[in-house]
């Protein structure tokens, strides 16, 4: 059982450049998030989606874009980076009912460096 | 609006002794859940427990231990006699279960070093 997979682990990029960070999960999971984690600040959540054909945005959702367009796969797509940008992006996902519900499993992060 | 603060940024204690992590939580929904999640030097994220607002039970399990407390609005989790591999980073979390609205606030963090 693969759990959450994110990928790539690692990426460079140049101001203006644009990416898609990969996440996938095989629980099917109805709800998957991403976040981005900053020194100093936590884990703040980008955006979220409860199922497919359904997403929202987080707390600091400027700057990207969320699809959700199977249970599965939930990509992260940075449309024009910033260096503000620069930062690890940790995809999660959860049960929405029952025992499991509400507990996040996350993927291994993306640690992103915007030049 | 959902907050919770982790006023411990970083605690460094010897080996073997006792620490706690506090965590303060803000919220007004009657009905909400809290977490517990630890992030080695390795940097993936492990959950450690879940509470729900109705359950004010303390928990104990092996060596940690957690005290909710409604009346204070705090989540506190507790190492007894403390070891290297607990050296993390450790977050707790609040989330309300309305569907529809299903997001995790997380706290900045506590950075705890065990120092052998």
């Known amino acids: 059982n693969a759990g959450v997979t994110q990928t790539p682990k690692f990426q460079v990029l140049k101001t203006g450049q644009s990416m898609t960070l990969q996440c996938a999960q095989d629980m099917n999971h109805e709800y998957m998030s991403w976040y981005r984690q900053d020194p100093g600040m936590g884990l703040r959540l980008i955006h979220y989606?409860?199922?497919?054909?359904?997403?929202d945005q987080g707390e600091v959702p400027n700057g990207y874009n969320v699809s959700r367009s199977t249970t599965e796969d939930f990509p992260l797509r940075l449309l024009s980076a910033a260096p503000s940008q620069t930062s690890v992006y940790f995809c999660?996902?959860?049960?929405?009912?029952?025992?499991?519900?509400?507990?996040?499993?996350f993927g291994a992060g993306s640690r992103l460096t915007v030049l | 609006a959902q907050k919770v603060t982790q006023a411990q940024t970083e605690i460094s204690v010897v080996e073997k002794e006792d620490v706690t992590l506090d965590c303060v939580y803000e919220?007004?929904?009657?009905?909400?859940?809290l977490f517990w999640y630890k992030q080695p030097p390795s940097g993936e994220l492990v959950f450690l427990i879940r509470r729900n607002s109705f359950d004010e039970q303390n928990e104990i399990s092996g060596r940690y231990s957690w005290n909710f407390q409604k009346s204070t609005s705090s989540f506190n989790f507790t190492i007894t006699a403390s070891q290297v591999v607990d050296s993390a980073v450790y977050f707790c979390a609040l989330r309300s279960p309305n569907f529809g609205n299903e997001k995790l606030t997380f706290g900045t963090g506590t950075r705890l070093t065990i120092i052998p």
């Open positions: 989606s409860v199922g497919a054909g359904i997403t």
């Open positions: 919220t007004r929904d009657t009905t909400y859940y």
């Open positions: 999660a996902s959860s049960y929405s009912r029952g025992a499991g519900a509400n507990v996040l499993t």
